[in-house]
């Protein structure tokens, strides 16, 4: 059981990035996904989540509109596109498998968790 998040890495202002998180193995089928961030000194915080089918996506305020999130549940992986990124957007970025064929916005709602990818953007 494992989820490899990737992508990360140091940006400028205004710049992209798009994260990807594989799943090994089936473990995520039915499930639920979610992204998270936790900056310096900061509460890991929800960023996105997007249900099994990918029919449901919700999204943090603060990245509404410039991140997206989305599935391939062919290649297992779930992804998040980061457009027009910020100083604020700086953290380690995780990816999670919900408990359920939903997302939560909370981290209670998951119960597998990647290692995490440090995005850096610099004003």
């Known amino acids: 059981v494992q989820l490899q998040a990737s992508g990360g890495g140091l940006v400028q202002a205004g710049d992209s990035l798009r994260l990807s998180c594989a799943a090994s193995g089936g473990f995520v089928s039915g499930r639920g996904m979610g992204w998270f961030r936790q900056a310096p000194g900061k509460e890991r915080e929800f960023v996105a989540g997007?249900?099994?089918?990918?029919?449901?996506?919700s999204y943090a305020d603060s990245v509404k509109g410039r991140f997206t999130i989305s599935r391939d549940n062919v290649k297992i992986t779930v992804y998040l596109q980061m457009n027009s990124l910020k100083p604020e957007d700086t953290a380690v970025y995780y990816c999670?498998?919900?408990?359920?064929?939903?997302?939560?916005?909370?981290?209670?709602?998951?119960?597998?968790w990647g290692q995490g990818t440090q995005v850096t953007v610099s004003s």
């Open positions: 997007i249900s099994w089918s990918g029919g449901m996506t």
């Open positions: 999670a498998a919900a408990r359920t064929i939903y997302y939560y916005t909370g981290e209670a709602g998951y119960d597998y």
